[in-house]
Nanobody, 115 residues
Framework: QVQLVESGGGLVQAGGSLRLSCAAS????????MAWYRQPPGKQRELVAATTSRGRTDYADSLKGRFTISSDNAKKTLYLQMNSLKPEDTAVYYCYAEIMNKGYWGQGTQVTVSS
């Protein structure tokens, strides 16, 4: 069993930055994939960024250049650096990990971007 706890969300003005953190209850060395998803109000959950155990990273096309996913295995933490935030980035952001073909989700952290 793996617990994922997100933090770092909040209210920010358009153009600002936030860094989200996802703390895992155990080492993520065995994770095949770690990712950030988001769910805007009234919309479906969507992929923001993902990183694999082989070092590949993928981003939603609309977010390339503004968002950066990274991890610190020693701290068992996944990060999402978000720059140049826009009101349309307002959403609940979720951390996800796939370990041995099983998916785990965090509880989410709210990000609100004001215009």
């Amino acid at each position: 069993q793996v617990q994922l706890v997100e933090s770092g969300g909040g209210l920010v003005q358009a153009g600002g930055s936030l860094r989200l953190s996802c703390a895992a209850s155990r080492s993520m060395f065995s994770a095949n994939t770690m990712a950030w998803y988001r769910q805007p109000p009234g919309k479906q959950r969507e992929l923001v960024a993902a990183t694999t155990s082989r070092g590949r990273t993928d981003y939603a096309d609309s977010l390339k250049g503004r968002f950066t996913i990274s991890s610190d295995n020693a701290k068992k933490t996944l990060y999402l650096q978000m720059n140049s935030l826009k009101p349309e980035d307002t959403a609940v952001y979720y951390c996800y990990a796939e370990i041995m073909n099983k998916g785990y989700w965090g509880q989410g952290t709210q990000v609100t971007v004001s215009s």
